[in-house]
């Protein structure tokens, strides 16, 4: 989040943009992505086996409630915050640097 605050600064980006920016850094891929980490983890990673009557489908069970909980709370954040970051426009006027030293891009028809 920091790191996106501070690019877009740097850049000069409009508060809608850096806004953008800030919700896309902060809301990473929470579904599949985990879920196939915590299935390699268990197999290769000793120090997640809880006791000597503990098995591969008891991990990976432990493994997916933390995934589901985790995955519930990001959703939470995601449709609160992100839906907040993402509704600020910009104040009327207000123009990129690029727009202010006369570079605009429209779009116009040619008229022959």
């Known amino acids: 989040m920091t790191v996106a605050f501070t690019l877009g600064w740097a850049f000069k980006l409009k508060r809608s943009q850096r806004s953008f920016a800030i919700a896309s850094a902060m809301f990473m891929n929470s579904n ?3 879920i196939a980490l915590m299935q390699s983890l268990v197999v290769t990673v000793p120090g997640l086996k ?4 503990d098995n591969r489908d ?3 069970g432990r493994a997916l409630t933390y995934l589901v909980l985790y ?4 959703m939470i954040v995601r449709w ?3 839906v907040r970051l993402l509704s600020h426009a910009d104040p009327e006027g207000t123009d990129s640097p690029a727009a202010r030293r006369g570079y605009r891009f429209t ?3 040619r008229t022959r």
Do not use: E, N, Q
């Not at 809880?50 to 009557?53: Q, R, Y």
């Not at 995955?71 to 990001?74: A, I, K």
């Open 32 to 34: 599949s992505l985990p």
């Open 50 to 53: 809880w006791d000597d009557d």
């Open 58 to 60: 008891a991990m990976v």
């Open 71 to 74: 995955s519930t709370l990001g």
């Open 80 to 82: 609160s915050y992100g």
């Open 107 to 109: 779009t116009r028809r």
